[in-house]
């Protein structure tokens, strides 16, 4: 795809300081910036850059003033950083726009599709299913039995979503995820062996969801795994049956949660994060990567350590921690003395 400082300036309301018509086809880091790539100045620790880039056209905000010459055309704006971001978006948006279906697919006779649908080769979709407007369905991507998919949703190469689950519009389910598999639900018998218990709920992902590369969510025993509108989850992450995630909550990598806890809305949970089952978190939680959480969090909480302490007090005791040989050997002075 090929773009002109006309046409970008045009997308994001700016103004053109060169030549107008230089064209770009990549994306590059402003110190990386080379002849045919679009480049951004937001920190101004990187000015001295703009002078030597080789970049074709380089964002910047509107009060950018170059005190010596420039061989990149310059598009002023009111913010860089986020007309930039507003530009990949656009870029994502304009790279993914594909429809149609390709050739071989698996599509049942009872499933039905709205317009603009995208289908990949080697995709499956089962009986019963019901897909929205706009949908893309990657390569490989497996739809089981009486799923729904809503508007606007992307389902990446190899991502599997089971039976009933029911997916909201604008959600992103990418590579290697796995939505609805079998919760981890066993009852020893009486010879020491364990009987699965069945997992005859489901999963439910409201709007504006997205799932990363290689997470899974269990289906619920009775009843349904929740992830409420805008969820955002990092890529593997395990969240296990009849887990309930409330609105606008961001989780990040290797995450994991068990069974039927409830975690409440806004809040942001740090990579390698364990969290036991049958808890509640509250709302506007904050809990620092590698924490481990057994017991109920009150709203507004801020939480590190294993187990999880609140974050000032963490932050003492780890003060007299790393200073636990010196306490003792003090300890041991004192006593000699004696």
Do not use: W
């Not at 019901?130 to 089981?144: C, D, L, Q, T």
């Not at 390698?272 to 909480?301: C, F, L, M, P, T």
């Not at 780890?318 to 040989?325: D, I, W």
Request: hydrophobic share 35%.
């Amino acid at each position: 795809m090929v773009f002109t400082a006309a046409q970008i300036a045009g997308i994001l309301e700016g103004e053109v300081q060169g030549n107008p018509e230089v064209a770009v086809h990549k994306l590059a880091k402003i110190e990386e910036g080379e002849k045919g790539s679009l480049t951004f100045l937001a920190n101004p620790k990187y000015t001295p850059y703009i002078y030597k880039t080789k970049a074709s056209i380089t964002i910047v905000n509107k009060d950018f003033v170059a005190d010596q010459e420039l061989s990149t055309t310059l598009i002023k704006v009111a913010d860089a950083y986020t007309s930039f971001s507003k530009l990949l978006e656009y870029y994502n948006q304009v790279k993914n726009n594909k429809t149609g279906v390709e050739d071989p697919v698996f599509r049942s006779e009872t499933a039905t599709f709205g317009k603009d649908l995208y289908l990949g080769a080697f995709a499956y979709v089962g009986n019963n299913v019901k897909v929205g407007n706009n949908v893309k369905i990657y390569p490989n991507a497996y739809i089981g039995d009486n799923v729904t998919i809503g508007h606007g949703v992307t389902v990446f190469a190899g991502a599997k979503i089971y039976s009933e689950s029911v997916i909201g519009n604008g959600c992103v389910i990418h590579s290697g995820s796995v939505i609805g598999a079998d919760g981890f639900g066993f009852t020893p018998n009486g010879e020491g062996a364990f009987t699965k218990v069945p997992q005859t709920g489901n999963v439910i992902l409201e709007d504006d969801v997205e799932i990363g590369a290689g997470t899974t969510i269990d289906r619920a025993t009775l009843g349904a795994t929740i992830l409420r509108k805008g969820v955002k989850l990092d890529n593997q992450i395990q969240i296990a049956h009849n887990v309930e995630i409330g609105e606008h909550t961001v989780i990040a990598a290797q995450t994991g949660i068990a069974g039927s806890t409830k975690i409440g809305k806004h809040c942001m949970i740090g990579g390698q994060v364990g969290i036991v089952g049958h808890i509640v978190i509250g709302d506007h939680v904050k809990i620092q990567a590698q924490s481990g959480i057994g017991r109920n969090v009150k709203d507004h909480e801020v939480l590190q350590g294993s187990p999880a302490l609140s974050y000032g007090d963490y932050n003492k005791s780890y003060v007299h921690f790393k200073n636990l040989p010196k306490i003792v050997s003090r300890l041991d002075n004192l006593e000699n003395k004696d």
